[in-house]
C-alpha cells in the first residue's frame, strides 16, 4: 500500500516511522523523480504541482512522485499557462507574473524540503484571515547556524549531523530562493544529496552505527 508522506511528517504521528535518514531518502527519491521529468524525458516536462501529498511511499519507503494531472511540456506555451497549483507550493514568478519554468518546480521541491527538516506544513493559519508559507517564516531562522537546530522538527533533533542539516538547509535555501535564476537545476540538488543519504538507501553514504536509535558523527559529506 502507498503512504502519502505528508501525513507520516505533519500530524498525530509526529512522524516517528520517519527517521533523519529516511527524509533525506524521500528527498533523494523526489529529486531523482524530478531529474528524470527535467532531464530525460522528451520534450522535457514540469511537473507544476509537486507537493508532499503528491509523495507515495511504497512499503520500503520508496518515493514516487503522482498525480501529473496538471504537468506540461517545457516550452509549451509556458508564458500563458493558467495559474494551477497548491498554496504553499506555487513559486512566486508563476503565482504573480505567470511565468513556469522547471525553476517552478525547485521551488516546490524546496518547500518539501522544510517539510522534511521541520515538521510543518507549507501554509500555517496564524489567524481568522492570515496565514505564513513555511518559507516567509523559515528563511530568516534557515541561515542563522545558532538557530536552525532550534527550528527542526523535534523527532529528527537527536538523530541528525549537525553538518549535513546546515548542507541540507542550504540546499533547501538555494531552492526557495525569489529569483528562479539563483535556484538550482534539480540535478545539482540531486547530487548534493546524494552524499547525505546511507548506501544501503540509494546514496553513498557509509554509515557505522554505535547505539540503536542515535546516529554517530559522521563525515562532512560535499555539496
Known amino acids: 500500500n502507498n503512504l502519502v508522506i505528508f501525513n507520516n511528517v505533519v ?3 509526529r512522524g516517528s516511522a520517519l527517521t533523519w535518514h529516511m527524509r533525506m531518502k524521500i528527498a533523494l527519491d523526489a529529486a531523482r523523480g524530478l531529474e528524470y521529468l527535467h532531464e530525460h524525458c522528451r520534450p522535457p516536462v ?3 504541482d509537486l507537493k508532499s501529498s503528491n509523495i507515495l511511499l511504497d512499503a520500503n519507503f520508496n518515493a514516487k512522485l503522482s498525480d501529473f494531472g496538471l504537468a506540461v511540456a517545457d516550452g509549451a506555451h509556458k508564458n500563458n499557462i493558467k495559474l494551477s497549483g497548491t498554496l504553499g507550493y506555487v513559486a512566486p514568478e508563476y503565482l504573480l507574473d505567470g511565468k513556469l519554468t522547471d525553476k517552478s518546480d525547485v521551488y516546490a521541491f524546496g518547500v518539501v524540503l522544510l517539510e522534511l527538516l521541520l515538521g510543518r506544513r507549507p501554509v500555517e493559519k496564524l489567524a481568522r484571515s492570515q496565514c505564513q508559507s513555511i518559507v516567509t517564516w523559515a528563511m530568516p531562522q534557515l541561515t542563522d547556524r545558532s538557530k536552525l537546530p532550534n527550528i527542526v522538527d523535534p523527532v529528527i533533533k537527536d538523530t541528525m549531523d549537525l553538518k549535513h542539516l546546515y548542507q541540507v538547509a542550504a540546499v533547501a535555501v538555494l531552492c526557495v530562493q525569489p529569483e528562479p535564476s ?3 537545476l534539480i540535478t545539482d540538488v ?3 544529496l546524494v552524499p547525505l543519504v546511507p548506501v544501503e538507501l ?4 557509509r554509515v557505522t552505527q554505535t547505539a540503536p536509535s542515535v546516529d ?3 563525515p562532512p559529506a560535499s555539496c
Open 11 to 13: 500530524g498525530p504521528s
Open 46 to 48: 514540469i511537473h507544476r
Open 182 to 184: 539563483y535556484r538550482p
Open 190 to 192: 540531486l547530487h548534493s
Open 202 to 205: 540509494g546514496g553513498t553514504l
Open 216 to 218: 554517530p558523527a559522521l
